[in-house]
């Protein structure tokens, strides 16, 4: 609670030793609280933190074993990148000369083998992240606690800094909790995924099983796109019967669009076929991504761009079908 406001409700967690868990939700639902719970930065009103099954409610933050990078990079603006980075170690007794080695080894490993003598405030955004980021594991901690961790690289770079995470946590196992608001980023980097929303632990899997199976319209919703068919103006047929309080629900991916598709022998009675009108088509390099048009409802349908495929424009008339194994139902 922060006076009256209760940023995180009933968090009930378990990290396993060695595993990166990813805490995923939209800005404000508390990620970074429960980061900083876990932290040891803010304390739980009721309940408790423990680490290796001990309480560690009663020992500070600093006093742990632990790599942070906050996602305001805290770094210390007084002191130059190379000290920034030495001072995890001082803490640490680390010798100056092992100092040295660590320091100029992890500026090359963000690629920062330039850097050492700026200030922070002589640095780019992402160039300042990547020095907290360096900063929180260079004294090679059993736990790192990540704020987004690359929010403020651009695609390449972030793609790089990704690999060079996950190259990381297979060579030392270390228990990575990360933050992200980004999606691709949690289904990348996780071997677990824990979904928030208003403060609350919403669903928490492994990545394939959060996209393929969500429990909820929210997951279905913010981890990836989800054609939602409540109401849709036709009959969704499924395999399943379906749970009171749920609506049916089918990934983009999961549809394909023809003028008459080619059914497998044997496979007509396992899909559904209806037919509607393209609204738009929006293409978007290796993916072509329609909208089409059917009953009361609006479906987006994804495919990626292959050779000899027929492409449609708004007003054709076209033909969808899926596999109704590939119908979910989430809770509304
Ligand atoms: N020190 C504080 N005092 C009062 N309210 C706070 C404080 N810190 C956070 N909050 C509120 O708690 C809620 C959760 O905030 P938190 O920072 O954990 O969200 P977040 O999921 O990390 O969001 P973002 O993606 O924007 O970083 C928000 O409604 C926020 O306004
Ligand atoms: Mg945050």
């Known amino acids: 609670m922060y006076g009256p406001i209760a940023a995180v409700k009933d968090l009930s967690l378990t990290i396993r030793p060695g595993e990166f868990l990813t805490i995923l939700g939209p800005s404000g639902s508390g990620k970074t609280t429960a980061l900083m719970l876990l932290a040891g930065f803010v304390a739980p009103n009721n ?24 996602q305001s990079y805290a770094l210390f603006p007084h002191l130059t990148v190379r000290r920034n980075l030495e001072f995890p170690l001082e803490m640490r007794g680390v010798k100056a000369a092992e100092r040295a080695t660590l320091v100029e080894r ?21 160039q300042q992240q990547r020095v907290a980021l360096a900063r929180a594991l260079i004294a090679d901690p059993p736990i790192l606690l ?25 060579e ?31 669903q928490t899997d492994t990545p394939e099983a959060l996209y393929d ?5 929210f997951v279905a919703n913010f981890l990836g796109e989800a054609n939602i068919l409540e109401d849709p103006g036709f009959n969704v047929e499924s395999d399943t019967a379906q749970p009171v309080g749920t609506v049916p629900m089918i990934r983009p991916e999961r549809i ?16 559904q076929s209806v037919t509607g009108t393209v609204d738009d088509m929006i293409y978007a390099g290796p993916l ?18 292959a050779s000899g495929q027929q492409i449609f424009r708004p007003g054709d008339e ?13 809770a509304t």
């Open 47 to 70: 309940g408790d933190v423990l680490i290796g099954g001990k309480s560690v409610a009663a020992v500070p933050s600093y006093r742990r074993d632990q790599g942070i990078l906050f």
């Open 106 to 126: 992890m500026l090359e490993r963000v690629h920062l083998g330039d850097f050492g003598c700026r200030m922070p405030a002589q640095l780019s955004g992402g």
């Open 146 to 170: 990540l704020d987004e961790p690359l929010g403020a690289l651009d695609r390449n770079l972030r793609e790089q800094m990704q690999s060079e995470l996950k190259s990381l946590h297979k």
């Open 172 to 202: 030392f196992g270390k228990t990575t909790v990360c933050v992200t608001h980004d999606q691709e980023e949690a289904l990348t980097l996780s071997d677990r995924i824990v979904v928030m929303r208003a403060g609350q632990i919403e």
């Open 213 to 217: 199976r969500p429990a909820t319209r």
């Open 256 to 271: 394909c669009v023809g003028v008459s598709v080619a059914l497998g022998r044997g496979d007509v009675d396992r899909r």
């Open 288 to 305: 072509r991504k329609y909208h089409v048009r059917v009953g009361s409802s609006l479906l987006t349908v994804r495919e990626h761009v």
């Open 318 to 330: 076209v033909r969808l079908d899926w596999l109704r194994s590939d119908i979910r139902f989430v």
